[in-house]
């Protein structure tokens, strides 16, 4: 009787293992992260562009991520 208690305790704790070692879902985790990665990066540039009157590059970089966004909601 103990071993068979033994041992159906060492399944759980094997099949519980494996379960939290799963890979499942690390794409959707990775990709999330690589959006937010780029939100900010976006949000920093947009963010020393309007502290810069004078146009730079910053302003440069603005107008062109801009216009980009215009053609993908336009569907060119």
Do not use: C, N, W
Not at 33 to 59: C, E, H, N, Y
């Amino acid at each position: 009787m103990p071993h068979r208690l033994f041992g159906r305790a060492h399944a759980a704790i094997h099949h519980a293992g494996r379960r939290l070692k799963g890979s499942d879902g690390q794409g959707t985790v990775e990709y999330v992260a690589l959006i937010l990665l780029i939100a900010g990066v976006l949000a920093g540039v947009i963010a020393a562009a309007g502290g810069l009157k004078g146009g730079g590059i910053a302003q440069t970089v603005v107008g062109k991520m801009k216009s980009a966004i215009d053609e993908v909601g336009r569907g060119r």
